[in-house]
DNA sequence: CGACAAACGGAGTGATCAGTCCGTATAGTC
DNA sequence: GACTATACGGACTGATCACTCCGTTTGTCG
């Protein structure tokens, strides 16, 4: 289904620094940021950046695959940890802290698959199934209630996310946010 | 600070099918959409959207605070609840719930309010002190975790809404979604 | 009812921005 | 080192949108 003929040298160079400039962009001024923006601190021209992503759009999906793409990689990882809730915890919390330096992964995954429709295509499906495993391993464990499904902890992690955005100020803030939702997460009394 | 002068009869009618019409257009098609689509949908002119609300933000604001100000309401007269907890419980649920339609909820706290700089000022600050009522009378009552703030309950109204936000078409979902929350709020283990 | 101020509708305007195009430059190859 | 395909920069374009302006309408008050 893919074809990809080996870029330039020049050309997967700019292609790199245009997806990190975009995704720093957008996580300041957010998805409105204007595409010269983007090409202005990716210090390429705008032909360029559409070259590469023919449509802001692209750009944006581009974007949040890659974030996505960290954070299944992170989870697979913890796939076979040997305390199964306190492996869903770190990484929730990992995952909620990372974000809030760089805040647009709320929409990476409120974008990439939540809904049924694309949840079965792609990245985010394999983020899908490795918090899958993560999470069948917790309720096993009994650290998490049972009754939760993926899509679930997929919401709140995004609300997690959301909800600590305005807090990157206050660190101890944000621990005991996060802490109510582990906390919840856990079998109830 | 304020010299309202009596709006004509028209007028009034005018701005308030326009503040509904911004409200329902926001909700549906995000705050990008335009300010021509918002006058169609109220039935009016272009210039009178205008006229009452000189700038986009402006009425994106009084949107927002119209928003607020019900929440800050409904907050107020659960003051006197008997029943503290089940009160902030029930405020809690309801407001996930309401927001659940007209999505913009979560905008509108992050927008107006936690930031303790403009905290201090207006509706933000009368939501902020409903809610600081509700919760302490809810810690009080020992069904609360003492060591949480408003800004902290705040947040996590925030991060409900936008956790739920997808699941508009699971109510079932969305419902245990807000429990993990609620039972994380209560005293830990 | 008549007169005046207040408000209305909607055509018009300038700015912004996604996306295109092409002459120039550079990487890869022999 | 020369040749070619690939990629680059940035001027350009068409569309969209926030906001303005003014001739017309409508509420209000004596």
Do not use: C, W
């Not at 020049?10 to 245009?18: E, G, H, K, P, Q």
């Amino acid at each position: 289904m893919v074809d990809e003929k080996p870029l330039r040298a020049d050309a997967r160079r700019n292609r790199a620094r245009v997806l990190d400039a975009a995704s720093a962009v957008f996580a300041e001024h957010g998805t409105a940021a204007s595409t010269e923006q983007i090409a202005r601190a990716a210090g390429v021209g705008p032909g360029t950046v559409f070259r590469h992503f023919p449509t802001k759009e692209d750009l944006l999906t581009a974007v949040y695959l890659d974030r996505l793409e960290h954070l299944a990689a992170q989870a697979g990882e913890l796939a076979t940890a040997p305390e199964p809730t306190a492996a869903l915890r770190g990484f929730f919390r990992g995952a909620v802290e990372g974000s809030a330096a760089k805040n647009a992964l709320a929409q990476a995954l409120a974008g990439a698959g939540i809904s049924p429709a694309d949840a079965a295509s792609g990245i985010g499906a394999r983020l899908r199934a490795a918090l899958g495993v993560l999470l069948e391993r917790a309720q096993r464990d009994g650290g998490v209630r049972p009754e939760l499904t993926v899509t679930d902890l997929m919401s709140l992690l995004i609300g997690a996310s959301r909800a600590t955005e305005p807090l990157a100020a206050d660190p101890a803030a944000r621990d005991r946010v996060v802490t109510v939702i582990l906390d919840g997460l856990s079998a109830s009394r």
